[in-house]
């Protein structure tokens, strides 16, 4: 048993999803056989902008088993355009490019064949006649005046532009004692799932029903399929107990899922879509955020940062979705873990002639940790201090908890001096200096990187009322059910797709928690979206808390139900009975066994209290915790829990050949009660190594031309097990008071900060050159050009 | 064309186009769908299996390629339904995967690296998956189910592998 007493939350237990996998039996969508399944290979569009003169299919239509040709005419006579987040109803989406495209690589036609290689082979015969239009991919120049509109109904590039003041900046600023401003820009990169979106969509005439198999991780995913089909939500069936194979925030398959139901109905025939990793890398929803960060902070000369403006600028791509909330949801930790006292932010979405920006891993909060972390780094630069030392000068300290910070956001818990002394400790912080030094002494660019950054976890999606006031969003829920059978076995349902967080897992644990019973013997189902109930999918780090909360209180509920028939049997009031391991205990040492209450749940409505239904079962709907208000004057909480890391790194690295290399990674994590430690440990590593390639290695690079140069994994290139070192994790655990078992969220760990704590070490390296390298990822020849071009001008070591 | 795959210790004898890859052949012609598809270009492992005993991608390799050649895919690694191998009960003892897409690929390479190297380093064990992306782990619980694995197999007596005892 733990400290807390509990007996399956927090031990070191197996995730039994891992057993289907390692034995190949996942169920994931490109495994699923379906009786005359039609496949989708897509026409790309070759420019970044053309008006499309005509499309003719005909010469692939004559082929051997080709049964359809459809552009996006056709399509978008049949369909109504995919949903934005903001109001901005003149950016119009379709799953295929209507009169123009917008990018390189745009579907503009999808072929169906009977296999996926001839509908490949007959993508090739499509003729597409097109006039080159003018086109923009710097997100700066977009905005330029006279800039060409990505969507000319729209009137200009401009999605969003929307200043918050978080006062009193003005007064903040003027009466600091010291100021500097910085650029830093986060480039394009995205989560890169090795399994690429795909979906299966069969319609049944007979029932009205389109029934969808999807590699989702989309939340009101049914919703917004019904919606631009123009069929009742209840006529959507998606199937839930399909394996995803990653996602990390990506896999949103709208465009793709509408695609194929309107070909399904189309066709009378289960349509599938597998995108190749060329379909995927181009136009799949495949890019993250890429943003310019331009800051100005106000410090006094002891250390303490009095306020901050920032302003960012998104390059959203071509068009609207719901990337530019991916603005938004950083304002929940717009101060990072700083008692910064006021801020001003700027948040602008431009759209390009880039690929269409989606959520990734944070939506948004590790391109701003990194802009913040950077910021603390050339404070403590410019005063000559200590990294660490300013940073714990500026830690909100233990007992300040509950914490509401500027924007509106109340901090639920931490302890944050504590993990940076214990991860010092725990890293021997000396003797890494030491060690550091030792390699500066051998010739070589040592230097160690520091960054501290918060997880906001569980959220309501506020930042869609505070960014589009039409949209009065304030919760979003989560659903699970619990069954006691006939037999006394216990089964769990929860509502959504996994894409390798183990959810089962999660469920399991803790209604074996509630009930007193071993997790293995629950099984968990996933029924399909018709017979669910509501939810939001595994987004914003969100499900421990969520799913883990509902699935709780259902068990709650059955075992109160339980004590209620037990109290009827004993003649005694449920207060006065013990709950012990499934066997209730009278005051008098009379017990009830479990097959007892199960027996007269199931069978013996005569022996149950007045007013009880008969059978075990039990749902119940989780609300986010926290002050649910909607947010006003720009002000509101965000998100009701808050994870805290720490990462302290030493890279090195050679002057000249600049090849980088993580000698010592220790992160100290904080995410309150750990549910199972194997999965939070592989949610952090994990994020690591994605925020190692985001610092050093990938990107979605564009030519000048509008071409994205980065099509496959041979040139957009992800961290393997040479790039990610072996990473100490020290745990600490500052329970959140507003959560079942004092869980928050880890979905995003390690992401969240590595990129800044990497970015920093790189800078610790190369300080006696002055030099700074501003933009993600930091390649290697950027770093021994800059070395050479200051020593060319005479500063450095040598 | 005809060919014949021995897959796993069976024989299937497959009408195959020319152009079909062995990893195509696996799934779509035995129904063996443990083996995934990941970037098609050689690059992320995904879809590794082994041929002849040697790890290869069979998204490079055409079917026809590997007529009389014996594949092992991950469906051969279980020794009965419902009950795994030791590399695959490392793996989830240590949890050594989250998503599971790029999973048998791994545990392919494990089982390629231990019948040559039964006491691997750690440099052995990463040297021996990095030509296999795993984007939910960052590779710590997979290094650590190869070195349990390989502990396990040096302390029980059992040949490493049929191929092995062969």
């Not at chain 1, 996602?247 to 190749?276: F, H, M, N, W």
């Not at chain 1, 190594?689 to 071409?707: C, P, R, S, V």
């Not at chain 2, 005809?2 to 195959?16: F, H, I, K, Y």
């Not at chain 2, 019948?115 to 990463?126: A, S």
Request: aromatic share 6%; net charge negative.
């Amino acid at each position: 048993m733990s400290e807390a007493g509990r007996r399956f939350i927090s031990a070191n237990r197996r995730v039994r999803e891992d057993r289907r996998f390692v034995a190949g039996h996942g169920r994931f969508v490109a495994d699923l056989e379906m009786p005359e399944m039609a496949h989708v290979a897509l026409v790309a569009a070759q420019a970044p902008a053309a008006r499309i003169v005509s499309i003719d299919g005909s010469e692939a239509l004559a082929m051997p088993g080709v049964i359809a040709v459809i552009d996006g005419a056709e399509l978008a006579g049949a369909v109504n355009p995919m949903m934005n987040g903001l109001d901005t109803p003149n950016v119009k989406r379709f799953p295929l490019a209507v009169g123009q495209n917008r990018y390189a690589g745009e579907w503009i036609a999808a072929v169906v064949a009977e296999s996926r290689a001839l509908a490949e082979d007959a993508a090739e015969k499509v003729r597409v006649e097109t006039e080159p239009l003018g086109y923009v991919v710097d997100v700066e120049e977009a905005l330029e005046p006279g800039a060409t509109p990505v969507h000319p109904e729209h009137g200009s590039n401009l999605l969003l532009d929307r200043t918050f003041d978080w006062g009193p900046v003005e007064e903040d600023f003027a009466a600091a004692e010291d100021r500097l401003s910085l650029r830093v820009t986060w480039g394009r990169n995205s989560t890169v799932p090795i399994e690429t979106f795909g979906v299966i969509a069969k319609w049944h005439a007979w029932e009205g029903v389109l029934d969808v198999w999807a590699s989702i991780q989309m939340p009101k995913y049914a919703d917004q399929i019904a919606r631009a089909l123009k069929i009742p939500g209840n006529a959507v069936r998606v199937h839930y107990d399909v394996d995803v194979g990653g996602s990390y925030g990506v896999k949103r398959g709208i465009k793709q899922t509408v695609l194929c139901g309107y070909l399904a109905r189309k066709l009378g025939r289960p349509v599938r879509l597998i995108e190749d990793r060329l379909e995927n890398m181009r136009a799949g929803d495949a890019h993250g955020p890429e943003r310019i960060f331009d800051i100005e902070v106000a410090f006094d000369r002891d250390g303490t940062v009095r306020s901050m403006k920032m302003r960012a600028l998104d390059n959203a791509g071509a068009y609207a979705g719901r990337a530019p909330f991916q603005l938004g949801k950083p304002i929940g930790a717009i101060v990072g873990p700083y008692r910064i006292g006021s801020v001003q932010y700027r948040a602008m979405s431009v759209t390009t002639n880039k690929t269409v920006q989606e959520a990734v891993r944070g939506f948004g909060q590790s391109p701003t940790n990194y802009a913040i972390e950077t910021m603390m780094d050339r404070v403590a630069e410019h005063l000559g201090m200590d990294r660490i030392e300013i940073r714990r000068r500026n830690f909100i300290r233990k007992e300040e908890f509950p914490y509401e910070i500027p924007s509106g956001s109340k901090y639920d818990s931490g302890d944050y001096h504590t993990v940076v002394d214990k991860v010092l400790a725990s890293a021997d912080y000396e003797a890494l200096v030491a060690e550091r030094d030792r390699l500066r002494a051998e010739g070589l660019c040592a230097g160690i990187g520091i960054a501290s950054c918060l997880e906001p976890s569980g959220g309501r999606s506020s930042f869609e009322p505070l960014l589009n006031e039409k949209n009065k969003t304030s919760t979003w829920m989560e659903g699970s059910r619990v069954n006691i059978d006939g037999l006394g076995d216990v089964t769990v349902a929860i509502h959504t797709t996994s894409s390798g967080q183990g959810h089962e897992t999660l469920a399991a644990t803790v209604v074996g928690e509630v009930l007193e019973i071993d997790p293995d013997r629950i099984r968990v189902v996933r029924p399909d979206s018709l017979g669910s109930l509501p939810g939001n999918s595994p987004v914003g780090s969100r499900m421990a808390i969520m799913l883990g909360g509902a699935a709780a209180n259902a068990a709650k509920d059955v075992k109160r139900q339980m004590l209620a028939i037990a109290g009827q049997m004993l003649g005694v009031s449920a207060e006065q009975l013990r709950y012990e391991s499934g066997t209730i205990h009278g005051p008098a040492g009379q017990s009830v066994s479990w097959d007892e209450v199960v027996d007269v749940a199931h069978r013996r409505f005569d022996d149950l209290p007045p007013g009880t239904q008969p059978g075990l079962t039990a749902s119940f709907m989780q609300q986010v915790p926290g002050d649910a208000r909607l947010p006003e004057n720009g002000k509101g909480e965000m998100y009701p829990c808050y994870s805290f890391e720490f990462h302290l790194i030493l890279m090195v690295f050679d002057p000249v050949l600049a090849r980088p290399e993580i000698r010592r990674y220790v992160i100290g994590h904080d995410c309150g009660t750990v549910i199972n430690p194997h999965i939070v440990k592989g949610m952090t590593l994990g994020g690591i190594a994605h925020g190692i390639g985001a610092a050093l290695l990938e990107e979605f690079a564009y030519d000048a031309e509008g071409q994205l140069m980065t099509q496959s994994f041979l040139d957009y290139l992800m961290p393997s097990a040479h790039e990610v070192p072996e990473v100490e994790i020290v745990h600490h655990c500052t329970p959140s008071p507003l959560t079942e078992f004092g869980q928050k969220g880890s979905g995003e760990s390690g992401y969240l900060g590595a990129p800044a704590a990497i970015s920093g070490a790189i800078h610790d390296a190369v300080r006696p050159w002055g030099v700074h390298l501003d933009k993600l990822p930091i390649r290697m020849s950027t770093v021994s050009d800059a070395i050479a071009a200051a020593e060319e001008q005479g500063k450095g070591y040598r | 064309m005809r060919t014949s795959l021995r897959v796993n210790g069976r024989t299937r004898e497959v009408e195959v186009e020319p152009r079909m890859t062995l990893l195509d052949a696996l799934r779509d012609k035995c129904g063996l769908k443990g083996t995934h598809a990941g970037c098609e270009h050689g690059v992320c492992g995904a879809c590794t299996v082994l041929v002849d005993g040697e790890a290869v991608r069979s998204c490079l390799m055409f079917a026809v390629q590997c007529d009389d050649m014996e594949i092992t895919t991950v469906e051969g690694m279980a020794p009965e339904e419902g009950e795994l191998g030791m590399i695959q009960d490392s793996f989830c003892e240590t949890h050594g995967l989250q998503c599971g897409y790029c999973t048998p690929g791994m545990v392919i390479a494990a089982r390629a690296l231990l019948e040559k190297n039964d006491e691997p380093t750690d440099h052995d064990i990463r040297e021996a998956i990095s030509g296999n992306i795993c984007r939910c782990t960052g590779y710590g619980q997979i290094v650590e189910a190869i070195r349990l694995a390989a502990k396990r197999l040096r302390e029980s007596n059992v040949a490493r592998s049929p191929e092995a005892a062969r």
